[in-house]
């Protein structure tokens, strides 16, 4: 019978560290991070309003490419006619050159704002995020994680388990 008890005991034992082991894990939070601009560059990677973005930025580059040659090309000429002394011609590109840089500066600044504007509305599409709230709550519960975080803006958090909410608690424990 001794043995018998000591086996019993061993097995008791064995069952109970197990239990202690499989409560312990169940009980650990485990968080997990997402890039969300890469989650919104690849959601909108062929949508038509990022082809739009993508198109009027490729318009802005080109046109002030050709707008600073030009203006390159009047320094150039202008640095001929200082070097030739060929001063009211000099004077009359200089006026040109700075015409026009002017006009330059003023039509980037304008274009990057429309851009920026674009860019804005793109990145709050209630659609977007309405997914991605989604998509998070199906990877989280699938793969056991309480919460995700996100990795642009490190305070936070995009998604969490109800199990580790404890806001109706802080409220009763306020008294509120």
Do not use: H
């Not at 320094?75 to 004077?91: M, P």
């Not at 977007?128 to 919460?147: C, D, H, I, P, T």
């Amino acid at each position: 019978m001794t043995r018998t008890k000591k086996l019993i005991f061993t097995f008791l034992a064995v069952f109970f560290v197990t239990v202690v082991q499989a409560f312990a894990q169940q009980q650990i939070t485990k968080f997990a991070v997402v890039d969300t601009s890469k989650v919104y560059s690849a959601y909108y990677k062929n949508s038509q309003p990022v082809r739009t973005y993508e198109a009027k930025k490729k318009e802005l580059q080109a046109e002030v490419t050709k707008r600073a040659d030009e203006i390159k090309e009047l320094k150039r000429k202008k640095a001929e006619c200082d070097k030739n002394g060929d001063t009211a011609q000099s004077q009359k590109l200089q006026a040109d050159i700075t015409k026009k840089t002017e006009y330059l500066k003023e039509y980037t600044n304008a274009k990057n704002a429309e851009l920026d504007t674009m860019l804005a509305n793109l990145k709050r599409s209630d659609d977007f995020y309405q997914q991605l709230y989604k998509a998070l709550a199906k990877v989280a519960e699938s793969n056991g994680y309480s919460m995700i975080l996100s990795l642009q803006d490190a305070n936070a958090i995009l998604w969490y388990s109800p199990a580790v909410d404890v806001t109706n608690l802080v409220i009763s424990e306020l008294k509120l």
